[in-house]
């Protein structure tokens, strides 16, 4: 049962444009997301993250907005570059289990073509 | 800090023998998790400990697969047999916080 699911296994934008990337959740409990960057050969890093209590993050390129109602979150990179190749993975917590326990995605790979 | 270390960074063995797999979470960080990457399910926890403790390890795939943390600076992810299906890539992530954690390089182990 995948309760953190990234229906986009891979997502292809010129360099300049706006990069979507979409994640969609099922466990109403989580209250926590967060995207992780990951190059090749290295291992995730985190990005940028949101709480519910929020609908919109913003660090400077980098934008997630959430929809609780929709249970579905995106990450909005403008304008893209080509070091922004990678893939993204979105991850879900619930905050009240008290266990750092993050569910993630299957992954979106991002190529930012020049 | 080096950060989260883990080795091997690679390991090829063959169907049958016993593999482990080794991390030094950041100093200070007091939970550690350990991940498999594969293509189909992305990142699937395997087990967590919170100081030192195994808190939850229901991700752990089958009786082959067992996990240590003998004190807070090491702890190790072994398989035993190890099967071609095993073949992933395993990543190892400590945290001080709930709400972050910091990823090893990865170790990818190819099972022939």
């Known amino acids: 049962d995948q309760q953190v699911k990234q229906n986009s296994p891979s997502l292809s934008v010129q360099e300049g444009r706006i990069s979507i990337l979409n994640c969609d959740y099922t466990?109403?409990?989580?209250?926590?997301f967060l995207w992780y960057k990951k190059y090749p050969a290295e291992g995730p890093t985190f990005l940028i993250s949101?709480?519910?209590?929020?609908d919109k993050n913003e660090d400077g390129r980098f934008t997630v907005f959430l929809n609780k109602s929709a249970k579905h979150l995106s990450l909005h990179i403008v304008p893209s570059q080509p070091g922004d190749s990678a893939v993204y993975f979105c991850a879900a917590l619930d905050s009240s289990s008290n266990t750092g326990k993050l569910i993630f995605g299957q992954g979106t790979t991002l190529q930012v073509k020049p | 800090d080096a950060g989260v270390i883990q080795s091997p960074r690679h390991e090829v063995t063959e169907m049958g023998q016993e593999v482990t797999l080794r991390c030094k979470p950041i100093?200070?960080?007091?939970?550690l998790f350990w991940y498999r990457q594969t293509m189909m399910r992305g990142l699937e926890l395997l087990i967590y400990f919170n100081n030192n403790v195994p808190i939850d390890d229901s991700g752990m795939p089958e009786d082959r697969f067992s996990a240590k943390m003998p004190n807070a600076s090491f702890s190790t992810l072994k398989i035993q047999p190890s099967e071609p299906r095993d073949s992933a890539v395993y990543f190892c992530?400590?945290?001080?916080?709930?709400?972050?954690?910091?990823f090893g390089p990865g170790t990818r182990l190819t099972v022939l």
């Open positions: 949101i709480s519910s209590i929020k």
């Open positions: 992530a400590s945290s001080s916080r709930l709400n972050e954690q910091f």
């Open positions: 100093s200070g960080h007091n939970s």
């Open positions: 466990n109403s409990m989580f209250d926590y």
